[in-house]
């Protein structure tokens, strides 16, 4: 071997075995890849998309709400159990130094980097469970019982950090959690992991020396050794002084490598990286910031992350907490509240709200408690009977002898369902009900458009109240022109509507067709 080449490349020198201090001999076993980096569960986050993927998984496991409930009598239904001890363990305080959306995200990354997670219960004033105090999962080394009684169950030796003593305890004193396999997805990942970080590497690398990609040297004749020695040292520069002169000796010709900036910074190697990670952690590339176009929308691709994604993660927390931490688990059972991340923008949402509580399948308080809002009590509190489906109004109709209400205009005539039997002269029955069926379209008209302007202004009786009178204002023209009514009929129907509108849309499961069906048959 010449002279240049034992300079620059170090010869025929062998690697001898590291030093006492190399960082080979301190690193987690098995930690290296067929890559030549060794990967560890802190090295790995170095990479934004296993760093990015892996906090949004535990992110939106801790975001959702993890409440107790209770299961009641008779096919019931359940409840939340709000005074159950283990409520405010899973829902509010693990331990003493962490809240639960603290202690669940370290949950899930435990079982991401290592594929157990653990935590002693410790007992207290709340009970056999006061506390869940957390176990770094590299100082436990679990075993499965392989005969007996207790054959199936779990031994767990703990090895304390200062004494490095082992003591073995049973899964009644440690709650666990274990992923697929037994071992994290870091373990499985790791060569994809050690690719993806030589790749930074080799970019950072080459950015650090600057414009110098490296090349070849033509020499025309023999190489003498003096000038080799002073052309090695002059390529042979310190990081920051590549941008130096370089010395050629006896006519010889330095070739460059011909590698762009875009080569250079392997960037279709490096976003092949972020699709393999996005693959192995269960989330979708979009949310890594990976821009290539893809067949779907993000909608549908969020909706498959929380169903396929989370579900199985969300279930591992609940049939782990079901399983080991409840003495009742047929009465008593968590469940995390899936919906509560799956909310789409405003005005989907209060359209579900709309539908859900005309169809009688919720109550009108209980899609404003959805919402963050108090309840209104009284008929907000009861389920709407769906005309469509019953033919009849959704709230009694009010006695015929009621007073007319003081806020309502004298000349107005009092709201009605059918017309008396005094009436002299009775339309027959196909007049009515085209004049009814005329009334139901001025009013679906009214409510449809009650309905989306209660999105719009949810949070604003005042802008609410000002659609309302914007609304009526040319509403009688409407009234008028399907109803064959004079202008004031129209007017003091419209005012009516207005005053009763302005309380909120509530009001509107009390309105059917008939008043104003009335109104038009006493004109006619």
Same mark, same amino acid.
């Given at each position: 071997m010449d002279v240049l080449a034992r300079l620059?490349?170090?010869?025929?020198?062998?690697?001898?075995?590291?030093?006492?201090?190399?960082?080979?001999?301190?690193?987690p076993a098995g930690a290296m890849t067929v890559s030549g980096i060794p990967v560890t569960a802190e090295g790995a986050q170095n990479l934004s998309a296993w760093y990015r993927g892996r906090d949004i998984l535990g992110t939106v496991l801790a975001?959702?709400?993890?409440?107790?409930?209770?299961?009641?009598?008779?096919?019931?239904?359940?409840?939340?159990?709000?005074?159950?001890?283990?409520?405010?363990?899973?829902?509010?305080?693990?331990?003493?130094?962490?809240?639960?959306?603290?202690?669940?995200?370290?949950?899930?990354?435990?079982?991401?980097?290592?594929?157990?997670?653990?935590?002693?219960?410790?007992?207290?004033?709340?009970g056999?469970?006061?506390?869940?105090?957390?176990?770094?999962?590299?100082?436990?080394?679990p075993e499965q019982i392989k005969r007996g009684p207790s054959r199936g169950r779990y031994l767990f030796h703990v090895r304390d950090e200062q004494t490095g003593r082992t003591t073995p305890h049973t899964q009644d004193e440690i709650f666990y959690l274990r992923g697929a396999g037994g071992k994290g997805i870091l373990e499985y990942a790791r060569s994809s992991l050690g690719t993806a970080l030589a790749t930074e590497s080799y970019a950072a690398q080459i950015f650090s020396k600057g414009t110098l990609n490296g090349g070849?040297?033509?020499?025309?004749?023999?190489?003498?050794?003096?000038?080799a020695?002073?052309?090695?040292?002059?390529?042979?520069?310190?990081?920051?002084?590549?941008?130096?002169?370089?010395?050629?000796?006896?006519?010889?010709?330095?070739?460059?490598?011909?590698?762009?900036?875009?080569?250079?910074?392997?960037?279709?190697?490096?976003?092949?990286?972020?699709?393999?990670?996005?693959?192995?952690?269960?989330?979708p590339r979009q949310m890594l910031e990976n821009s290539d176009p893809s067949f779907g929308n993000a909608e549908q691709f969020w909706?498959? /992350?929380?169903?396929?994604?989370?579900?199985?993660?969300?279930?591992?927390?609940?049939?782990?907490?079901?399983?080991?931490?409840?003495?009742?688990?047929?009465?008593f059972y968590a469940e995390f509240t899936r919906d509560a991340i799956a909310r789409g923008n405003l005005t989907d949402r209060w359209n579900v709200h709309v539908a859900a509580v005309n169809a009688g399948i919720k109550t009108v308080?209980?899609?404003?408690?959805?919402?963050?809002?108090?309840?209104?009590?009284?008929?907000?509190?009861?389920?709407?009977?769906p005309q469509n489906i019953t033919g009849k109004a959704t709230a009694e109709d009010p006695p015929a002898d009621d007073p007319v209400p003081p806020t309502k205009k004298p000349a107005t005539p009092a709201r009605r369902t059918k017309p008396t039997d005094d009436d002299a002269d009775e339309p027959d029955d196909r007049a009515r009900a085209i004049v009814t069926e005329s009334a139901a379209r001025v009013l679906r008209k009214e409510i449809l458009a009650a309905q989306r302007a209660a999105v719009t202004h949810a949070a604003d009786p005042v802008a609410w109240a000002t659609?309302?009178?914007? /609304?009526?204002?040319?509403?009688?023209?409407?009234?008028?022109?399907?109803?064959?009514?004079d202008e004031p009929t129209a007017r003091g129907y419209v005012a009516l509507q207005r005053s009763e509108l302005r309380e909120g849309l509530a009001v509107t499961e009390a309105w059917t067709p008939a008043y104003l069906a009335g109104l038009a048959l006493d004109k006619a």
């Open positions: 620059l490349s170090g010869g025929d020198l062998q690697a001898g075995p590291p030093g006492p201090a190399d960082d080979y001999w301190y690193g975001m959702l709400p993890f409440p107790l409930y209770e299961r009641l009598p008779h096919n019931g239904g359940s409840e939340q159990a709000v005074d159950h001890p283990l409520y405010d363990v899973l829902h509010d305080t693990p331990n003493g130094w962490q809240d639960s959306f603290q202690w669940r995200r370290e949950k899930m990354f435990d079982l991401i980097d290592h594929g157990w997670t653990y935590d002693w219960i410790v007992p207290g004033p709340r056999f469970l006061d506390q869940l105090h957390p176990i770094e999962p590299t100082l436990v080394t070849y040297i033509e020499i025309p004749g023999v190489l003498e050794e003096a000038p020695r002073r052309m090695a040292q002059s390529f042979a520069t310190k990081v920051g002084e590549w941008h130096l002169p370089k010395v050629l000796e006896q006519g010889s010709k330095f070739f460059p490598n011909k590698l762009t900036p875009e080569d250079a910074q392997m960037l279709l190697s490096r976003k092949h990286s972020v699709d393999e990670l996005a693959r192995w952690l269960g989330v909706q498959g /992350f929380l169903t396929v994604g989370m579900g199985g993660w969300l279930s591992l927390f609940e049939f782990g907490v079901n399983g080991q931490l409840l003495l009742q688990p047929k009465k308080d209980e899609a404003r408690g959805k919402e963050g809002l108090n309840a209104r009590g009284g008929k907000a509190d009861e389920l709407r009977q659609w309302v009178d914007g /609304f009526y204002a040319t509403h009688h023209e409407l009234v008028m022109q399907t109803m064959c009514v």
